[in-house]
């Protein structure tokens, strides 16, 4: 998820002066107050490669998989096999795939095997499996950018045994991932809603700071496990990564999501969500001009771009994407980072106008649903797992991938964090993906999704290094 294609500095009420070093100073010196020790460990992932990631002394790590292109999010099959998403490279591709890692070896910590279940996917993210209780019959669900689709899935499958379904359609245009990535990617997940069955899939937004034109854009939409009977329960979220429920917290609905980019290196705060599955009317969670500064919602008075010209774009922030981890992008800024909806395109037909129109940013904060925690601006958060009561390292934790801002320079994110419904304040689990050397950043990897897979042991991807981690108790 591209972050930041420019900046200008914010100077409303919200201090923003404190300097990187000041805010990485502090950010360290909380997390050695709060975290437990942490212990080094260099990771050989290919001749001549390693990393060097810190966790707590009471957790180990290793590497299970490797060579995986932009290896993304993953979901557990009915008979109990590990699936993953790989998205290729940074362009607007049709190149992704989804995996099975196969043969794990519990000596080496590694699966011996990686299958190609399925190849020249347009952005998969995220997928997820349900069974149906009445027919038993399972299904792959799987999100792509245009289309969410679903394939029957049958123990042990190895491939498909029968052409994808299409449930719904998705706006399918916008800024390649080199130019922003206005959005691109969309994540799916189903949960019990009043005994019934639903599925739920977020979009993000089409621009960084926009009106949008598409009801779809920066939402998610609720439907029945056939794709029948939509309807948007949330608004406003620009884009939220993972979506998942969490059984062991009454089956709550839970999304990652990340702020604009264009008030600064210091805001605004990415936010984790508890979602309601089934609102009696969609709550919009502020984006465009709601956003969180110190755990709160701030009204963003930066003039909107205009719908109906599309030469008239927001202030457009200097173009500095030099430093971007995504290699340099010259002329970012001009190329889309706050025109109108979908970074200009000509408006066309919404494939979802049965769903109502995309609401008109708001004027007033007041009613924007509070965040459940939040994260330093640019971390950009992804995957997340929940850890229950049961765990004794982890338990009663949320885990979250902090992806890192894709300007290193802030610093931000580039780390897993971890934190208790009862006490909101993230602290690091997992560290060394991003260093500093004489002010210099240097970016090693890019943690994204997660995956429990027992007590206190999770699967890590970094979509960076194309690595799976197994991270898991010491001994």
């Excluded at 460990?41 to 290919?46: C, E, Q, V």
């Excluded at 939509?230 to 939220?240: C, D, E, H, K, T």
């Excluded at 971890?418 to 991003?434: A, C, V």
């Excluded at 007590?455 to 197994?470: A, C, H, I, R």
Aim: proline share 7%.
């Amino acid at each position: 998820m591209i972050r930041r294609a420019g900046r200008r500095l914010y100077t409303g009420s919200v201090p923003s002066r404190l300097s990187f070093v000041a805010l990485f100073l502090i950010s360290t010196w909380a997390s050695a107050v709060l975290s437990p020790a942490q212990v080094r460990h260099t990771l050989n992932y290919a001749p001549g490669k390693s990393i060097t990631l810190s966790l707590p002394d009471s957790l180990d790590i290793n590497i299970s998989a490797s060579g995986l292109r932009r290896v993304r999010f993953f979901a557990q099959s009915p008979d109990g096999r590990i699936f993953v998403t790989g998205m290729h490279d940074i362009s607007d591709n049709a190149l992704g795939s989804v995996f099975i890692l196969d043969g794990w070896d519990e000596q080496t910590h590694s699966f011996k095997h990686v299958i190609h279940y399925l190849d020249h996917l347009r952005n998969p993210n995220n997928l997820v499996f349900w069974t149906d209780p009445a027919t038993k019959q399972s299904w792959l669900y799987l999100p792509l950018t245009g289309k969410l689709v679903r394939y029957k899935y049958n123990a042990g499958d190895n491939a498909p045994s029968a052409p994808a379904e299409t449930l719904m359609h998705f706006p399918d245009y916008g800024l390649s991932y080199k130019y922003g990535g206005w959005h691109l990617t969309r994540t799916v997940a189903i949960a019990q809603v009043s005994g019934a069955t639903r599925v739920f899939v977020s979009a993000g937004s089409s621009c960084n700071y926009c009106q949008e034109r598409e009801v779809m854009r920066a939402a998610v939409v609720s439907m029945d496990p056939d794709g029948k009977h939509p309807v948007i329960i949330a608004q406003g979220l620009r884009n939220a990564v993972d979506l998942r429920t969490v059984a062991d917290l009454d089956g709550a609905l839970f999304a990652t999501n990340m702020g604009d980019d264009h008030l600064g290196d210091q805001l605004p705060e990415d936010t984790f969500l508890e979602l309601d599955k089934s609102p009696a009317t969609a709550p919009n969670y502020g984006w465009p001009t709601c956003y969180f500064a110190h755990g709160k919602p701030v009204l963003d008075t930066t003039p909107l771009p205009a719908l109906d010209d599309l030469n008239k774009v927001a202030p457009i922030p200097a173009d500095d994407a030099a430093d971007s981890v995504y290699g340099k992008q010259s002329g970012v800024a001009s190329a889309g980072a706050n025109l109108t909806a979908g970074g200009g395109h000509a408006s066309g037909s919404d494939p979802n106008a049965a769903l109502g129109n995309a609401p008109q940013a708001l004027k007033s904060c007041e009613r924007v649903p509070p965040a459940y925690t939040t994260f330093a601006a640019h971390s950009s958060p992804l995957g997340f797992a929940y850890f229950p009561q049961t765990d004794s390292l982890l338990k009663d934790s949320f885990v979250v991938a902090l992806h890192g801002a894709s300007h290193p320079h802030i610093g931000t994110g580039y780390r897993v964090a971890r934190f208790t419904p009862s006490n909101r304040k993230p602290q690091d689990l997992i560290t060394g993906f991003l260093t500093v050397v004489n002010g210099k950043p240097t970016v090693h990897g890019r943690p994204c999704g997660i995956l429990r897979i027992g007590p206190d042991s999770f699967l890590l991807t970094d979509d960076y290094l194309g690595l799976v981690y197994y991270v898991h108790p010491r001994g």
